[in-house]
């Protein structure tokens, strides 16, 4: 059974700082990988999609890379900003279902 | 409009009534899916369904029936809700076209009392 987890489970950072968010999965086998961010009591929003058989995505100041063959993807965040604060998840679809399943989340606070 | 609509957005409802979470997508996507996320626990699906007439029990089903009424269109139901059923509650949606990325609704609040 396919389990990931996500170190730190929380952090707190000042702004302006550059940061990196862990995510390891268990099972090489995976079709993609995808990242969400989601403000409290709020709904997922989907910041970046990588499949399989690409190493990295970007968007903006986000910048995902996934590493299969060690079960592992980062999320970089470049010049942190208050607005950046919420919960970000990492999610795995593996080769032999469609169904998502998500580590634990990593609870982000950016301090001004 | 959202791509992934739920209604209600809160609800609060009483133990052993029967309850509707509904949504609907315009994303053209044709596999819906239904999650609930409690505190500590993450989010754990609950029923999924890949087309119109295929529809398969999650990790979580006991206590919930979906029906699919169109391919933009899924629906959750609690038969008679209990307090263990307050959670927040997703529906997602994906295909083969987004690579399987899966897209979110906003979610609905829900409190059995």
């Known amino acids: 059974k396919q389990e990931v987890t996500q170190i730190p489970a929380a952090l707190s950072v000042p702004e302006g700082e550059n940061l990196v968010l862990n995510c390891s999965f268990t099972d090489s086998a995976i079709y993609n990988l995808q990242w969400f961010r989601q403000d409290p009591g709020k709904g997922l929003t989907s910041l970046l999609l990588?499949?399989?058989?690409?190493r990295e995505q970007t968007s903006g100041r986000l910048n995902a890379s996934l590493d299969k063959s060690s079960g592992r993807s980062t999320l970089y965040i470049a010049a942190s900003q208050p607005g950046d604060s919420a919960t970000y998840l990492c999610?795995?679809?593996?080769?032999?279902?469609?169904?998502?399943?998500f580590g634990g989340g990593t609870r982000l606070m950016v301090k001004p | 409009d959202a791509d992934v609509t739920q209604t209600p957005r809160n609800r609060i409802t009483k133990t052993g009534k029967r309850i509707m979470l509904e949504c609907s997508q315009t994303?053209?996507?044709?596999?819906m899916y239904w999650y609930r996320q409690d505190p500590g626990l993450g989010l754990r699906l609950i029923y999924y369904?890949?087309?119109?007439?295929?529809?398969n029990k999650g990790e979580i089903s006991d206590g919930y029936s979906v029906s699919r009424q169109a391919q933009a269109k899924f629906s959750l139901s609690l038969e008679s809700a209990i307090p263990n059923q307050t959670a927040l509650y997703f529906c997602?949606?994906?295909?083969?076209?987004?690579?399987?990325?899966?897209?979110f609704g906003s979610g609905t609040r829900l409190t059995v009392v």
């Open positions: 994303k053209g996507h044709d596999r």
């Open positions: 369904s890949f087309d119109v007439k295929d529809i």
């Open positions: 990588i499949q399989s058989s690409q």
């Open positions: 997602a949606t994906s295909d083969f076209e987004s690579g399987y990325g899966y897209t």
């Open positions: 999610a795995v679809v593996p080769n032999a279902g469609n169904m998502l399943t």
